[in-house]
């Protein structure tokens, strides 16, 4: 069974920064990707930053230029950093990785942290 988990997240005034840290049971370069997605109250859960595993990263538009998504080797720990946070980055924060398997209905399986609040006050 997969584990994924979160933590750094807590709280932080307007234009500070967090780094989200999500360590994985299984070594991260072996899933297909990997992601952080957010869910505000109220919202929707959206995909914040999602790296392959060969290297390819894509950002929601809202996060370009002030969040990174990045993976430390060594630690087997795939991390988000979070500068010049806004409070529209309010949310909780989740760690996801993807399987491609032919034998599982959608031809892919999900495994999903239980998430860490990310609250910007102003």
């Known amino acids: 069974q997969v584990q994924l988990v979160e933590s750094g997240g807590g709280l932080v005034q307007v234009g500070g920064s967090l780094r989200l840290s999500c360590a994985a049971s299984?070594?991260?370069?072996?899933?297909?990707?990997m992601g952080w997605y957010r869910q505000a109250p109220g919202k929707e859960r959206e995909l914040v930053a999602g790296?392959?595993?060969?290297?390819?990263?894509n950002y929601a538009d809202s996060v370009k230029a002030r969040f990174i998504i990045f993976r430390d080797i060594a630690k087997n720990v795939m991390f988000l950093q979070m500068n010049s946070l806004k409070p529209e980055d309010t949310g909780v924060y989740y760690c996801?990785?993807?399987?491609?398997?032919?034998?599982?209905?959608?031809?892919?399986?999900?495994?999903w942290g239980q998430g860490t609040q990310v609250t910007v006050s102003s």
């Open positions: 996801a990785a993807r399987d491609i398997d032919d034998q599982a209905e959608s031809g892919q399986v999900w495994y």
């Open positions: 299984r070594n991260i370069f072996s899933f297909n990707d």
């Open positions: 790296i392959t595993r060969g290297g390819r990263i």
